[in-house]
């Protein structure tokens, strides 16, 4: 689900009036963010500073453009309606852009993470675990019932936000696909806590940048090979039922829906670009209909 996804959460993440000067805080509000739990010192604010900054000129000057160039082909294909190959070659793209990502994240995790003293460590993973704690609690009295009615009504929203609303033949659509959908929410905050525990193994080993940053490349992109057989089959389950969903919507989009996207795609690819440095968009197919 995430693969299919990710591009929604980065726009989410830029979402809402102030797009254009949330990304360009991204830094700032990254640290802010990391000192909510852990109060750092003024040389490990300084190593911490320089690295936000750096990925973020990474990600303006070579990831920005791989999004609008990767929106601009689904406007494109989605006007007569996208196979599922099409989707899954979509998906694959997504999960490039999330790997580049990941692997930026491990690179500058591997330079912060060795600084903390054990003061440091000891409130991190306190912090941490009383997070646990109180998710690991609300994750296990949801029901799969419930769990799937959430999916209906976030994909419901999601797809309307796109759209300019869904009809009740998408309605119907969406139902059925989230009672499909198997959660896998238990499974996840299990690898979450796997995870850090790991990350505290190396710490507590004193183990060198090299070391931690293979370990955390390593658990951040391959994730999913990790969990047991019965969350693969879950996972696979979910992306074909999702990559379902999206077919038959998109083959069911009515004229003014289409109009809708293409606007909402535009204004994106226009976001993107503008704050990549990249100009107008050119994309490399026309869209009649664009």
């Keep these: 689900m995430r693969r299919l996804l990710l591009l929604g959460l980065v726009l989410v993440l830029l979402g809402g009036c102030t797009m254009k000067a949330t990304y360009n805080r ?15 010192t003024d040389e490990q604010k300084l190593v911490l500073k320089q690295r936000l900054a750096d990925t973020l000129e990474w990600h303006r000057s070579t990831q920005l453009p791989a999004y609008a160039q990767w929106l601009g082909n689904l406007q494109y294909d989605v006007q007569d309606g996208l196979t599922e190959g099409q989707v899954n070659q979509y998906g694959l793209e997504l999960l490039v852009f999330w790997r580049n990502l990941m692997l930026r994240l491990a690179d500058d995790l591997a330079v912060l993470l060795p600084r903390l003293t054990t003061e440091q460590r000891e409130a991190l993973f306190a912090r941490l675990e009383k997070e646990n704690s109180s998710d690991g609690r609300e994750v296990a009295v949801v029901s799969v019932e419930k769990r799937q009615s959430e999916y209906a009504g976030r994909l419901e929203k999601g797809l309307g936000r796109w759209l300019g609303g869904i009809n009740e033949q998408q309605k119907g659509l969406i139902r059925v696909a989230a009672n499909k959908l198997q959660p896998t929410e238990t499974d996840s905050f299990r690898m979450r806590v796997r995870f850090q525990q790991t990350v505290r193994s190396l710490l507590e080993e004193q183990a060198d940048e090299d070391e931690i940053r293979r370990t955390l490349r390593s658990l951040l992109i ?69």
């Design 26 to 40: 991204l830094d700032w509000l990254a640290a802010k963010y990391l000192n909510s739990y852990i109060e750092l």
């Design 222 to 290: 391959n994730n999913e090979s990790r969990h047991n057989d019965a969350y693969q089959q879950k996972f696979e389950n979910n992306r074909r039922v999702l990559t379902q969903l999206i077919v038959d919507i998109s083959s069911t989009m009515e004229t003014d829906q289409k109009k809708y996207l293409n606007k909402r795609i535009d204004k994106f690819i226009k976001l993107f670009n503008d704050l990549s440095g990249q100009g107008k968009h050119q994309a490399s197919r026309s869209c009649a209909t664009c």
